[in-house]
Nanobody
Framework: QVQLVESGGGLVQAGGSLRLSCAAS????????MGWYRQAPGKQRELVAV???????NYADSVKGRFTISRDNAKNTVYLQMNSLKPADTAVYYC??????????????WGQGTQVTVSS
């Protein structure tokens, strides 16, 4: 069993900051990538930022320069520091991990989602 536990969402004014955390636990052998997706009402889920094994990162164009993803390997935890938030960033943010666990092939796992609301 694998669990992704997210925290750090909330309500913030435009221009403010939030930090999301996602901790992966369970029978994990290796993690290929961990990242954040978001889904706003009426829109498709989209990639926000991803950390890839080896240390490379990718960001959506809309968040480059404002968001930073980082990872604590020892804790299997990924963080998303979100600065200069805009109302357009309002969405449910989902943690995703592509990993291999005991007894299963490599696959994608999702957290339950955390709401981020940015007021104007």
């Amino acid at each position: 069993q694998v669990q992704l536990v997210e925290s750090g969402g909330g309500l913030v004014q435009a221009g403010g900051s939030l930090r999301l955390s996602c901790a992966a636990s369970g029978s994990i052998i290796s993690i290929n990538a961990m990242g954040w997706y978001r889904q706003a009402p009426g829109k498709q889920r989209e990639l926000v930022a991803v950390w890839i094994s080896g240390g490379s990162t990718n960001y959506a164009d809309s968040v480059k320069g404002r968001f930073t993803i980082s990872r604590d390997n020892a804790k299997n935890t990924v963080y998303l520091q979100m600065n200069s938030l805009k109302p357009a960033d309002t969405a449910v943010y989902y943690c995703n991990a592509n990993l291999r666990r005991i007894g299963r092939p490599q696959g994608d796992y999702w957290g339950q989602g955390t709401q981020v609301t940015v007021s104007s």
